[in-house]
C-alpha cells in the first residue's frame, strides 16, 4: 500500500516555524518544474515520489556493517550515539508507528538540549543526512534510476511543519531537497548520465553518455524495447556513433551477449583464482553474472566512492589500469580477477581504470561468496592473494615488527611507535583516530599497566630478574591489576617489568602503552588552561574537588565521569602527572646474555614434580622416568582454577545448606543475570560467604588437601598456578552432579594449571610433556575468546587453529563429545569450528578478523591455541606422546571484536570472574566428565 506510512526512525522534525495559510500547500500553485515529495501523498505531492522521502522503506548496509530499513533508522541511530543515548536506539528501532516514534524521540533527545553533546550533533546532522542518502541510492540501483529521472526539476519535500528539512513554509530552507538534489547532480557528472526527452508526454528515460558505463546483459533488450515504446520512436541513441534501429539493437545485443559470455567463460576456465571452480560451478557463476563495458579511462573501481556496490570483476577483452594512493601501479591484462578486496572488506585497497576496449564479468559481491566454501581451492587461493598482494595484514605487521626491532636493539622513538600503532586501526580501540576518548579502551589498557604509569618516565624490559631486584631496599614492587606481572620501581620515574616473553607479553605491555598514550593526549588538549592546573595542583588530594574542576574545562560530563572510571581514588595526582608528563617515555629491552641456572619454567616443572610425588606419596628419589606408562594417566586442563575447583572441591558440597542459608539472609548482589543450574548459583554465592568466612576459606582448602587436591600457589614468576588431584580419592558425592569419578589407572592425575599467556604456553606445555610424555591422555583447553559469529556466551569448539602470520594450520583431536548435552547444559549455542591465534588483545584490526572469518571460517579468536596445539603435534611426531592423545579447546565468547559497541574493554562489569561464568562452567562440566566416560575410539567424535 503506497499509502502506508513507512516504518521510520528520522530525526524528530524541528518545529522552527508554524505553517502560515499563504505558505500552506493549498494555496501553492503546483509547478511542472518543481517536484514535491512527502511521506504521504499530498495536493502537490504524488504516490509517484513517496521513494525520495526519507522514511520510505529501503533497506541499505551502513558503514559500521549494520542493516538500516531506511534514511531515517540511519539518522536516529547515528544521532543516539552521538548525543550519548546509545541504550535506547534498539528500541526506537522496534517502533512501528511513526507519530510514536516522534514522541519517543522527543522523549529522548529533549534532556540532551542545550548540552554540548547536542551542539555536537546539530552541527552535524546535515552531513549525516547526506551520508544517509547515499547509501540509500547507492545501495539500489532502482530507486537512483527513479532519481536520476526527475531531470533537472527542482525537489521539494512538502513538509506542513518543518522549515528547515522541508520547503514548503516561509522561510524554508529545503534542506533535504537539496541534499537529494546534490546527490543526483554529482552522480550525473561522475558518470556522465543525461536525462533523454521523451515524447507525448511519456516519463524521462536515461542514457549513459561518455565515459558511463553501458552494461549489456540479457535483460537489456526488454529494457531498449520498453525504451522505444514509450517514446513511439523506431530509434534511440546509444552512443556517439549515431542512432541504432530498434532491430538491430535487439539482434545485437542477444548475440553479443552470448559470445562475450562464452569468451568470459573460456577464460574463467583457464585462470586462476576462479579455474578452481567446477564446469558447472563456472557456468552458473558466468550466467548470474553481467557483461560490463566501460568507456576508456572511465574508473571501473574507486577508492573511497560512497556509491560502490563492492562487485567483483574478470577482465575478457582488453585491459585495465591500477592506481594506488601514489598514482599508477600496474597494467592487468584479460584473466585477471580484481575487486574480492570490497565483497570481502567492504573497501578498496586499489583504484581501477578502463583501458582500450575493456570488457569486464561483473560478479555482484553476494553471488561470488555463494562459491567460497571450507577448505576449497578458490578460497585458499583467494586468501593468498589477499595476503600477498594486497598486503591486508601490513600494518600489524609493520607495528609487530617495529616492536621486534626495539628488542634487537633499535632506539625507541615515541612518534614512529604511536604512528605504525594508529595505522593498525586495532579493534580493541575503535576511537582511537577520533577526537573523542575511548574510555573503555584507555580503562582497559590502564589495568595491565603498571599503577604507576602516570609517573614512569623509563621502562626497562627483560624476562631475567637482575639479581640486585631480590633485595627489598633497591626495588619496590608494582602492580598490575589486571596482568599477572612482576615490575619494579627502582628509583622514581623508573620501572624494571620483568616479562614472561619478549614476543606476546611483550606485544602486549607496548600496544596497552601505546593506548595510554593516545588517549592521555586527547585529555592534555582538553585540560591545557593553567588555571586549570594551578586549581588541580591545589586539590589533588580531593577527587570531589578535582571533578569539579574538570567540569570547567573542555570535558564534557560525560568525559569527566569517564575519567573518574578509570581512576577512582587518587585522581588529581594522575591528572597532575599527566599534565607534567607529556608522554614522554624511555624503553630499553634487553635479552639476558646468560641462562645457565634455572628459568622460571624450569624451576615451576621442578616445583611441579615435587607437588605429584607429595600427591601420590611416591619415592623422593623417584624420577618422572620411573613410573611405567600403563600406571599413570595425565588428564591436562588449562583454564580457570576456580571453575575446575567448584566441580570437585568437598566442601561447597558437605556446606551446600550453610552456604545457601547464609545468602538468603545477607543476601549478596550478585553481577550474573542469569544461571544455567542451581549449582552455578551455589558457586557465585560461595564467592560472598568465603568473603565473610575467612575461617571456612581455610578450612575448604585442608578439606580438598585431605581428598586429593593439592594446590600450587607460588609460581615462580611464570604466573601459571597449578591444582593437582587424585582421581581415586575424589568421591560423587562430593563431587557437582554431573560429575561421576571413576580412575583410570593407579595413578591417575588430572593437572589443571591456570591461564598461560601467548607464546608462554609453548614453553609451558613443552616441559608438561617431557615430565609426563607417553601417560599425558588428553589436553584440555578452557577460557574466553573473541567471537566471529553468534553472540556474547555462546561456546566455541575448535577443529584447528590457525596463525595470524603465516599459512599454519594444526588440527585438534576432540575425541567423543556430545555436542547436544552441551549445548542444553550451558542453554547456548555451540558453534564449531576453525579458531584464529592472535599475537595480542589489542594487534587485530577489522582486515584482520574478515579475513579469517570469510576465508577460513573461524569462529573466534583467542591468544593462546596455536601454541598449545603446535607443540602437542610436535611432540606426537617425535613419538614423546601417544598418537591419539585428545586435544579440545572450547571457550565462551566475552566480545564479539567486529561490533565497535561489544568489544573486550567493554567485558568488564558485564561478568565476574569471581562468581564464575555459567558457559564456563558448563565447558568444565562436559569437559571433566568426558575424562572419566571410557572412550572406545578417541578419534571418535559425534561432531561435525
Known amino acids: 500500500d ?20 499563504e505558505n500552506s500547500s493549498e494555496m501553492k500553485e503546483v509547478s511542472d518544474e518543481v517536484i514535491y515529495f512527502y511521506e504521504k501523498p499530498t495536493k502537490q505531492s504524488q504516490a509517484s515520489h513517496l521513494f525520495l522521502n526519507v522514511h520510505y522503506y529501503c533497506p541499505f548496509v551502513g558503514e559500521d556493517g549494520k542493516k ?7 539518522y536516529h541511530s547515528t544521532k543516539l550515539q552521538i548525543i550519548g543515548a546509545e541504550k535506547e536506539i534498539e528500541e526506537i528501532r522496534k517502533t512501528k508507528n511513526a507519530d510514536e516514534l516522534y514522541e519517543k524521540v522527543k522523549k529522548i533527545e529533549t534532556p540532551y538540549y542545550n548540552t554540548p553533546k547536542w551542539a555536537e550533533w546539530e552541527s552535524k546532522k546535515v552531513e549525516v543526512m547526506r551520508k544517509a542518502i547515499s547509501l540509500k541510492y547507492g545501495q539500489n540501483g532502482e530507486l537512483m534510476q527513479k532519481l536520476l529521472l526527475t531531470g533537472d526539476k527542482q525537489l521539494v519535500e512538502d513538509h506542513p511543519r518543518d522549515a528547515f528539512w522541508g520547503g514548503s513554509l516561509r522561510r524554508s530552507q529545503n534542506m533535504m531537497g537539496k541534499l537529494l538534489m546534490e546527490l543526483r547532480d554529482s552522480v550525473r557528472k561522475d558518470k556522465k548520465i543525461i536525462p533523454v526527452a521523451a515524447e507525448d508526454g511519456a516519463d524521462n528515460e536515461l542514457i549513459s553518455r561518455d565515459d558511463g558505463k553501458k552494461v549489456i546483459e540479457d535483460g537489456f533488450k526488454d529494457l531498449l524495447k520498453e525504451m522505444i515504446i514509450k517514446r513511439k520512436q523506431k530509434s534511440v541513441v546509444l552512443d556517439d556513433k549515431g542512432p541504432v534501429k530498434e532491430e538491430d539493437i535487439l539482434a545485437k545485443d542477444v548475440e553479443l551477449v552470448k559470445k562475450l559470455k562464452a569468451d568470459a567463460l573460456k577464460e574463467v576456465r583457464r585462470n586462476p583464482p576462479l579455474m578452481y571452480l567446477s564446469n558447472a560451478e563456472s557456468t552458473t557463476l558466468v550466467n548470474e553474472s553481467k557483461i560490463e563495458v566501460p ?55 586499489f583504484s581501477i581504470k578502463a583501458g582500450e576496449g575493456l570488457v569486464l564479468l561483473k560478479i555482484p559481491a553476494d553471488i561470488l561468496m555463494k562459491y567460497l566454501k571450507k577448505d576449497s581451492k578458490l578460497t585458499l587461493n583467494l586468501g593468498r592473494n589477499m595476503l600477498l598482494k594486497h598486503d591486508i595484514l601490513g600494518s600489524l605487521i609493520k607495528f609487530k615488527s617495529y616492536v621486534r626491532q626495539m628488542k634487537s636493539g633499535t632506539l625507541f622513538n615515541r612518534g614512529d611507535l604511536i604512528k605504525y600503532y594508529k595505522d593498525m586501526e586495532s579493534a580493541l580501540h575503535p576511537h582511537c583516530l577520533s577526537g573523542s576518548v575511548d574510555f573503555d579502551a584507555w580503562c582497559y589498557a590502564i589495568r595491565r599497566l603498571p599503577q604507576n604509569i602516570t609517573s614512569t618516565l623509563v621502562f626497562f624490559i627483560t624476562t631475567k630478574c637482575p639479581e640486585i631486584l631480590s633485595h627489598p631496599d633497591v626495588a619496590l614492587p608494582v602492580k598490575t591489576s589486571s596482568r599477572p606481572r612482576q615490575i619494579f620501581q627502582t628509583m622514581p620515574g623508573k620501572v624494571v617489568a620483568i616479562l614472561r616473553d619478549l614476543e606476546t607479553d611483550l606485544f602486549d605491555l607496548i ?43 573542555e570535558l564534557t560530563k560525560e568525559e569527566v565521569q569517564g575519567i573518574n572510571r578509570i581512576w577512582p581514588t587518587n585522581l588529581g595526582e594522575h591528572l597532575a602527572n599527566i599534565l607534567t608528563h607529556f608522554n614522554d617515555f624511555s624503553i630499553s629491552i634487553l635479552a639476558p646474555l646468560s ?7 624450569e624451576s615451576w616443572l621442578k616445583r611441579l614434580w615435587f607437588s605429584v610425588i607429595e600427591l601420590f606419596h611416591l619415592d623422593p628419589e623417584m624420577s618422572c622416568e620411573t613410573i611405567p606408562d600403563e600406571e599413570m594417566t595425565v588428564d591436562i586442563l588449562q583454564g580457570s582454577r576456580r571453575a575446575f575447583l567448584n566441580l570437585v572441591s568437598p566442601y561447597l558440597y558437605k556446606n551446600r545448606e550453610g552456604i545457601m542459608k547464609w545468602a538468603d539472609e545477607a543476601k549478596p548482589k550478585l553481577i550474573t543475570k542469569k544461571f544455567n543450574c542451581e549449582e552455578d548459583r551455589l558457586y557465585a554465592l560461595s564467592h560472598y560467604y568465603f568473603l565473610n ?11 580438598e588437601s585431605d581428598n586429593g587436591i593439592l594446590r600450587i600457589d607460588q609460581t615462580d614468576m611464570t604466573g601459571v598456578a597449578v591444582t593437582l588431584v587424585d582421581c581415586s580419592k575424589l568421591k560423587k558425592e562430593f563431587c557437582d552432579p554431573a560429575i561421576t569419578p571413576k580412575a583410570k589407572s593407579k595413578y591417575h592425575l588430572l593437572l589443571n594449571i591456570g591461564y598461560t599467556f601467548g607464546v608462554q604456553s609453548s614453553d609451558i606445555i613443552r616441559a608438561i610433556m617431557n615430565v609426563f610424555g607417553r601417560k599425558i591422555r588428553s589436553v584440555s583447553i578452557i577460557g574466553k575468546a573473541g567471537g566471529l559469529t553468534g553472540n556474547k556466551g555462546d561456546l566455541l569448539l575448535t577443529t584447528r587453529i590457525h596463525s595470524d602470520e603465516s599459512f599454519e594450520v594444526v588440527n585438534n583431536n576432540l575425541g567423543d563429545l556430545d555436542l547436544k548435552k552441551l549445548e542444553k547444559d550451558s542453554g547456548r549455542p555451540v558453534h564449531v569450528g576453525p579458531m584464529l591465534t592472535v599475537a595480542g588483545t589489542i594487534i587485530q584490526n577489522s582486515d584482520l578478523l574478515h579475513y579469517f572469518r570469510k576465508l577460513c571460517f573461524c569462529v573466534g579468536l583467542e591468544m593462546e591455541g596455536l601454541y598449545f596445539a603446535r607443540e602437542i603435534k610436535r611432540y606426537t611426531e617425535l613419538g614423546l606422546v601417544r598418537a591419539d592423545v585428545i586435544s579440545r ?19 568488564e562489569g558485564e561478568v565476574s570472574f569471581d562468581e564464575g561464568v555459567p558457559s564456563l562452567n558448563a565447558i568444565y562440566r562436559t569437559f571433566v566428565q568426558a575424562l572419566f566416560v571410557q572412550q572406545s575410539n578417541p578419534f571418535s567424535s559425534s561432531l561435525p
Not at 593516545?518 to 574537588?545: C, G, M, T, W, Y
Not at 568466612?693 to 578439606?703: Q, S
Not at 565497535?900 to 567485558?907: D, F, I
Request: proline residues 4%.
Open 2 to 21: 503506497v499509502y502506508k506510512r513507512q516504518v521510520s526512525t528520522q530525526s524528530t522534525w524541528d518545529l522552527e516555524m508554524e505553517k502560515s495559510p
Open 68 to 74: 538500516y530499513t531506511s534514511c531515517t533508522d540511519y
Open 295 to 349: 568507456m576508456k579511462d572511465s574508473w571501473v573501481i574507486k577508492k573511497k566512492s560512497e556509491l560502490d556496490l563492492y562487485d567483483c570483476y574478470f577482465v575478457v577483452k582488453g585491459e585495465a589500469y591500477v592506481f594506488g594512493d601514489a598514482g599508477y601501479l600496474e597494467l592487468i591484462p584479460v584473466g585477471t580477477f580484481f575487486g574480492v578486496d570490497g565483497a570481502l572488506f567492504r573497501k578498496r585497497f
Open 511 to 553: 600496544s596497552n602503552l601505546c593506548i595510554h598514550i593516545v588517549e592521555s593526549e586527547k585529555i592534555l588538549k582538553k585540560v591545557k588552561s593553567p588555571v586549570i592546573f594551578r586549581d588541580l595542583l591545589h586539590n589533588r588530594a580531593n577527587q570531589s574537588e578535582v571533578l569539579k574542576i574538570l567540569e570547567t574545562s
Open 595 to 601: 641462562h645457565l641456572k634455572l628459568d622460571p619454567t
Open 693 to 703: 568466612h575467612t575461617e571456612a576459606a581455610n578450612e575448604k582448602i585442608k578439606l
Open 889 to 907: 579447546f572450547a571457550y565462551y565468547i566475552s566480545d564479539l571484536p567486529l561490533d565497535p559497541n561489544s568489544t573486550l574493554s567493554k567485558e
